[in-house]
């Protein structure tokens, strides 16, 4: 599987469930601590862990640490690069249409 794909699952899974939609919701309003988080969400801390991970690998997420805790918050670069992915398959290639496949002798 070429690169491009390996790195567009990998965003495409950050959207595939519905905890990770939730906290991409919560950081929308800027960035937050993964404590924040925690309160907000039906996680626990291994479970808000493996999610940012996700999030993280894609790209759409971006992370600091300050002391113990960990602050999150939407990369603007990963926010756009998923835009331009959805948009590139949704667009049209304007390929010609190529319908021989089509072109069987029918009786």
Known sequence: MPTIYKNQVKVFKAFCDENRLQILDLLCDGE???????????????????HMKILLESGIVESRQE???????????????????????????NVAENSECCNLIRI
Do not use: M, N, P
């Open 67 to 93: 002391g113990k805790w960990t602050h999150y918050k939407i990369s603007q670069t990963g926010r756009d690069f998923a835009v331009d992915i959805l948009l590139d398959f949704t667009t049209s290639k």
């Open 32 to 50: 937050k601590c993964a404590c924040v988080l925690l309160e907000q969400l039906d996680l626990g801390q291994s479970g808000l862990s493996y």
